[in-house]
């Protein structure tokens, strides 16, 4: 698995979730889950910080910025691609 499909995973299940938003923080966590679900860090919390970062430019995600919260991004998903 990848940093992408990771990312995209979680955001999917989110959804399906019937959740919308999340931090910055929270994509930033999923390489230490990563670590836990696989065994081995996929990328450090850069690493997935720079790849979300890529994937909104892409438009592989679309995502909304919401006001910080405690100096954290939150943020809305309105559509994930795979």
């Given at each position: 698995?990848t940093?992408?499909?990771?990312?995209?995973?979680?955001?999917?299940?989110?959804?399906?979730?019937?959740?919308?938003?999340?931090?910055?923080?929270?994509?930033?966590?999923?390489?230490?889950?990563?670590?836990?679900?696989?065994?081995?860090?996929?990328?450090?919390?850069?690493?997935?910080?720079?790849?979300?970062?890529?994937?909104?430019?892409?438009?592989?995600?679309?995502?909304?910025?919401?006001?910080?919260?405690?100096?954290?991004?939150?943020?809305?998903?309105?559509?994930?691609?795979?």
């Amino acid at each position: 698995m990848t940093v992408r499909e990771h990312i995209v995973e979680k955001l999917n299940k989110l959804l399906n979730a019937g959740l919308t938003t999340f931090k910055t923080s929270d994509i930033q966590e999923l390489a230490y889950i990563g670590r836990h679900d696989f065994g081995k860090f996929l990328g450090s919390t850069e690493t997935y910080t720079r790849e979300f970062r890529r994937m909104r430019t892409d438009g592989i995600i679309k995502v909304r910025k919401l006001d910080r919260v405690n100096r954290q991004q939150v943020w809305v998903i309105n559509k994930v691609r795979s």
